[in-house]
Nanobody
Framework: QVQLVESGGGLVQAGGSLRLSCAAS????????MGWFRQGPGKEREFVAA????????YYADSVKGRFTISRDNAKPTVYLLMNSLKPKDTAVYYC???????????????????????WGQGTQVTVSS
């Protein structure tokens, strides 16, 4: 089991920045791929970004590419999402998730699929005002 706790959400003006953190506990964090997903009001949960277990490979949704950066510190153990140039459409509850292992990694083509992740945090609200 892996327990995940997100933090860092809040209210920010358009064009501003936030850094989300997701602290992990339980089983060895470093073996899991980590992802960030979000769910806006009245919308389905969608993929934002993911990082493989070693941190060497990252993946982004087209809507956030160039604005968001995912990173991880396996010693902490924590995964981060730095969000720059925020837009009102980025308003959502942001969730971190863990899945796969270093022995059975999530295939690259499926890193954005919710069902590939086994453990989820409770979410943190991000609100971007215009």
């Amino acid at each position: 089991q892996v327990q995940l706790v997100e933090s860092g959400g809040g209210l920010v003006q358009a064009g501003g920045s936030l850094r989300l953190s997701c602290a992990a506990s339980g089983r060895t964090f470093s073996i899991y791929a980590m992802g960030w997903f979000r769910q806006g009001p009245g919308k389905e949960r969608e993929f934002v970004a993911a990082i493989n277990y070693s941190g060497r490979s990252t993946y982004y949704a087209d809507s956030v590419k160039g604005r968001f950066t995912i990173s991880r510190d396996n010693a902490k153990p924590t995964v981060y999402l730095l969000m720059n140039s925020l837009k009102p459409k980025d308003t959502a509850v942001y969730y971190c998730a863990a899945g796969g292992t270093s022995r059975t990694p999530i295939p690259t083509a499926t890193m954005g699929l919710l069902q590939m992740y086994d453990y989820w945090g409770q979410g943190t609200q991000v609100t971007v005002s215009s």
